[in-house]
C-alpha cells in the first residue's frame, strides 16, 4: 500500500466523514479516501490533498505530537496511514493494514506505540517507530461488533477502551488485564451506540434513537445524568468543550443540525449548516471557539461559538427595553426608536449605549390606524387623514397635514417610489400622493371578496408609470398609472399561495424593462421579468429557503443579501453562504416587530413585542472576507444524472455541468478543478431521474428534465456575458392526458419518468408504469401525443438515425433492448427488434456508429458489460455480431461510454472505473474512485472522465 500526493486543485467531491482542526489556521478534512490539507496562510488558503490509496473512506483523522514534531494518524476500513506536518507541508512516513476494520485509534503520550481497536472489540498495539508493527494483542470476552469506541489513557498498562454495540451497550475493559473481563457494562440507548467521548468527569454517548445522554464517570452503575433530545433524526457524534471551567456539549446529527447544550442538559443553540446533508463529523478550535464540522455533501462548514457560548456562561436573562405596556413599536434608525404607549415618544441611544426616552409627542385623540417611518420621519394615519412629522434635533414638529386623504379608514400606506406614496382605505379607495401628501392620482379598486380583511393591498411598487400590486390572496396585479385614471393591464394568480405576497423587490430597472423579486408565506422567493412594451410580466426563476413566512428581502452594501421571516414563533434571518445567521423567539409573525442596520452594516437591531413589552436584540451580519473553506454547489442527496454542455465559442473556458439528483434540485456549475456555481433551479417536486439538453439557438440552450410524479420541467440557459437561467415550463401527467378509450390502466400518480430523447420538437420519454410516451413541445407548451404500453419499467432511451430514418431503441427491467418505428408510434405499435441482452435491468449504455453499423454497449444489475453490432437494412435490422459479456465489475455496472472505435470506460457500485478493450471487453486499467453509490460515467476527454453519484469527481488514465 502507498500514497501518493496529487495536484491541489484535485476535482473531487465525496463524503467527509472525518474532519480534525491542529490551529486555528490548519485543519485536515477526510474527503473519501483522499486527505485534505486546508492551511490559511497570509489571507490566502493553501491546500495539498494525498491519496490514501485506501479502499474505503478516510474515518477518523487524530493528530499527535512530541518534540520530534507533529504526526497526523489517518484510517479508514482496515488501513492506518502516518503522516508528518513538516514547516507547513505534509508528508507521509508509512502505512499498513490489518484484518479486521479499525474502530478507533489513540496514542501513548511519548508517541512510542498506538493503540488501534478493531471491529470486534480487540486491542492492538502497533510500534510507532518500527513501520506500524504489532507488539501486543487483546480480546475483549465480549467480541460484539463494534459501532464506535474510545481509548483513554497515557500507557498500554493504563489504556480503558469505551466500546459501542448495536444493541445499545457500552462495555468498559482493559487490554492489559484482560483476565478480568469487561470491567463493567450497561445499556445507554434503546438503539445502536453511535459515539463514545469523554473527559475528567463525564461521558457522552449518541445513538440512532434521537437522543445524546451525559453520564457520571462514578455512577455509570445509575441512569444517565440527562438526556439530550434536540435532534430529529440519528445523532452520530459529540464533542465535550470547556469554556472559563464550564462545560459544554455539542452534537452533531443526520438532520443536518448542529445543537449545543450546558452540562446540566439546558438547550442553547440550534443551527442547520447543511441543506439536507448529513453531518458526518466536528472538531472544535478552542482558541477561537469555532467549530468544524463535515458533510455528506462533501463540504466542511465552520461556525463561531463565542457569543452563544458567553450567553451559556452568564445567563444573563432577557431584559425588555421598557417596563411600560406598550402598543406600537419602530425604528426610525439605528440609534431612535418611536414608541406608542400611553403617549407617544422617542427612544434614543446614547453613547454609553443606554437608551433613553425623549419629549413627548402629542398625537390626535382619535383612532391611530397607521403609522410609519418614512425616511426617518414619522408618518401618521387617523381616520382619513395623514400626517408626517418630522424630527428636528430630537423635537418632533408638524410638517404636512392632508385632512381629507381618502373617504374611508386608511389603513395601507406603501413608499412605491422615491417621493410618491401609495394609500388604501377599508373601502378599497387608493391614493398615490407626492411626498407633501398632495393627490397625484386617485382611484378605486376591489380585488378582494373578503371584505372582513383589513389589509387588502399587501405590497405595492411603482416601475415607471407602472404599479404592481400584490393582495391578500397571493396575486399580483399590473396597472398602468396615467394621469386621472388607472387601467388594469395584467394578472398572475396565486403566485405565493393564498396567504399573501409580502414583498417585492426590485433587482434592476430600466426604460424598456425590470426585473423583481417577490417574497410570501410559502417559503419560496420567486424572480420575474418585467416587459414594459408589451406590458407583462412573467416568472423565470424560483429560490427555495428555509424560513416558511418570508416577510423582507435586505440587500447590504456588500450586495449581500439577508432573508428575514418567521418559522413558527421564531424570527429568522438568513444567508445563503453561512445560513440562519439569526433566530428569535417572538411569538410570530402577527406581533410588531421590527429590523434596523447599523450605519457600519457590521450588525443589526430586531425589535419584538413579548407580553405587550419591548425587546431589543443585536446580532452580527455575515461578512464577505472571512476566511472560509470553499462549499461545493453539489446535491445534499445521489446525482442521478449529468450533461456537460462545452462551451464552443471560448468566452467562458469552462464546461457547463448541469446535474439533477434525488434532493430535487437542478444544478449548473462549469466544471473546472472545482465547481464554480452558476445556478440551482427548484422547478421538481420529486426526485430529477434524467436531463437532456436542446440548442434552441445561438448561446441559448433548453434543459430538459424529468422524474418522479410524472414531471417534466424544462429550463432556459443564456449563456451571455454572463450566465442566467430561467424557468420556463413545468409540465406534470395527470389522468385527464388520457382519452377513455386509452385509458387500459388505471393512471397512478406516483409514475416516475426514468429517462427521455429528444427528437426537434417530440420528447420520447421511459415511464415506470411500463409505458412509452411521446410528447411535444410546440408554442410554448407540452402536450401528450400518443403512448406505447410496454408492461416494464424502462430505464433507458435513444433515438439513433441511419439514412433518413430514425428508430426508438428503449431498455426495461427485463434486460431486453427494443427498436420501435419513430414515423407510426401509436398505441398499438409493436416493436421492430428485440434482443436479449442481460438477465435482468440494463442501467446503462453506449451507441458508436461507424460505416453504417452501430456498435451497442450495455451495463446492467446482473454486473455484465454486454456488446453486439447490428445494422439496417431495407428498413430490417441485420445482426452483425452476437451479443458478447464480459464479467468486468464486482456490481451493478451503473455508467459506461465508447471513447473511440477501440477503448471504452465502465463503473459500477463497486467504486471501480474501468478502461477496457472494446474489441475483446478486457480491462486494459483500472481506478477506484471515492464517489460511493455510483450512478453514472460521462466522457470529458478520451483520456479523462467524470464519475457521478454520492459526489462527482474526474479521472484522468
Known sequence: MFCKQIHEDKMLIADSVAVKVNNSQEVF??????????????????????DTQFRGKILGIEIVRDTLGCFVLVHGGRYLAVFELVEGSLQRLSGCQFSDLISSVHCENDLSNICVITGHNIALL???????????????????????????????????????????????????????????????????VFSIETDKNLLVTTSDDRSARIWRK???????????????????????????????????????????????????????????????????????????????????????????????ITEIPRKPLLDEKISKILFLDSETILVIASEMFLLKQEISGEWKPSKKIPIPEIYISLIENVNGNILICSNHEARILQISSGIPQEEIRNANLLEGLIRTFYLIAPGEFFFVDDRGNCAITNKSLKVLNQFSISICKDLWYTKWITVARKFGEFLLLGDRSGNLHLWRVLAGEIIKKCEVRSVHGNLGVTQVFPEEDSEISARFWTSGRDGILRKFHFDKFHESFNEI???????????????????????????????????????????????????????????????????????????????????????????????????????ILKDNSGKFGKPLLISGGDDNVLRINFLGNELIPVSEVVPHISNIRAIKVKNLQENIFLAISVGGRAQICLTKILLNDKPEVQEYLNFMLKSKDFRKNRQKIDFCPETRFMCLTIDEIDIFIGCSDGYIRKFTLQNEKISLVSSVFYGRCILNIQIIEYLDNKVLITMGTDGKIILWDTKNFLEDSLPIYSILHHESGINCFDIWAEDGKFTLLTGGDDQKITKSVFHFENGRVIQDETPKTAFLHFAQVTGIKIANPDTF?????????????????????????????????????????LVFGAGVESIEF
Open 905 to 945: 470506460y465502465s463503473t459500477s457500485v463497486d467504486q471501480r472505473v474501468i478502461k477496457g478493450n472494446l474489441h475483446k471487453l478486457t480491462s486494459e486499467s483500472e481506478r477506484f474512485t471515492s464517489v460511493s453509490d455510483l450512478k453514472g460515467l460521462n466522457l470529458l476527454s478520451d483520456r479523462e472522465v
Open 126 to 192: 502497533v510500534n510507532f517507530r518500527e513501520s506500524l508493527e504489532v507488539t501486543k494483542k487483546a480480546k475483549c470476552e465480549d467480541n460484539s461488533t463494534l459501532y464506535c469506541s474510545h481509548v483513554e489513557g497515557a500507557k498500554w498498562e493504563d489504556f480503558v477502551v469505551y466500546s459501542g454495540t448495536a444493541l445499545g451497550d457500552v462495555i468498559l475493559w482493559k487490554p492489559s488485564d484482560i483476565q478480568a473481563g469487561i470491567l463493567h457494562r450497561f445499556t445507554a440507548h434503546k438503539g445502536v
Open 218 to 312: 462514578d455512577k455509570l452503575n445509575g441512569s444517565s445524568l440527562v438526556s439530550l433530545y434536540g435532534h430529529k433524526s440519528r445523532v452520530f457524534k459529540s464533542k465535550i468543550i470547556e469554556k472559563n471551567g464550564l462545560k459544554f456539549i455539542l452534537t452533531i446529527g443526520e438532520d443536518s443540525n448542529l445543537c449545543v447544550w450546558h452540562e446540566s442538559g439546558k438547550f442553547l443553540f440550534r443551527k442547520t449548516l447543511f441543506s439536507g446533508a448529513v453531518i458526518w463529523n466536528l472538531d472544535h478550535d478552542p482558541n477561537t471557539d469555532t467549530v468544524f464540522t463535515s458533510g455528506s455533501d462533501g463540504n466542511v462548514k465552520k461556525i463561531n461559538l463565542k457569543e452563544i457560548l458567553e450567553k451559556g
Open 541 to 643: 426563476f424560483t429560490e427555495k429557503v428555509p424560513i416558511t413566512w418570508v416577510e423582507r428581502i435586505i440587500q447590504l452594501k456588500t450586495g449581500q443579501k439577508v432573508i428575514l421571516g418567521f418559522n413558527d414563533e421564531n424570527l429568522v434571518a438568513w444567508d445563503r453562504n453561512q445560513g440562519i445567521i439569526f433566530q428569535l423567539c417572538t411569538g410570530g409573525g402577527h406581533k410588531y416587530w421590527d429590523f434596523a442596520i447599523n450605519p457600519a452594516q457590521d450588525c443589526a437591531s430586531v425589535l419584538s413585542v413579548w407580553d405587550k413589552q419591548p425587546f431589543l436584540d443585536k446580532f452580527s451580519l455575515p461578512e464577505t472576507n472571512f476566511q472560509e473553506i470553499p462549499c461545493h454547489n453539489w446535491h445534499s442527496k445521489s446525482c442521478n444524472s449529468v450533461e
Open 29 to 50: 478534512i477526510g474527503v473519501g479516501n483522499h486527505l485534505k490539507y486546508v492551511k490559511f496562510e497570509n489571507g490566502e488558503r493553501n491546500v495539498q490533498w494525498f
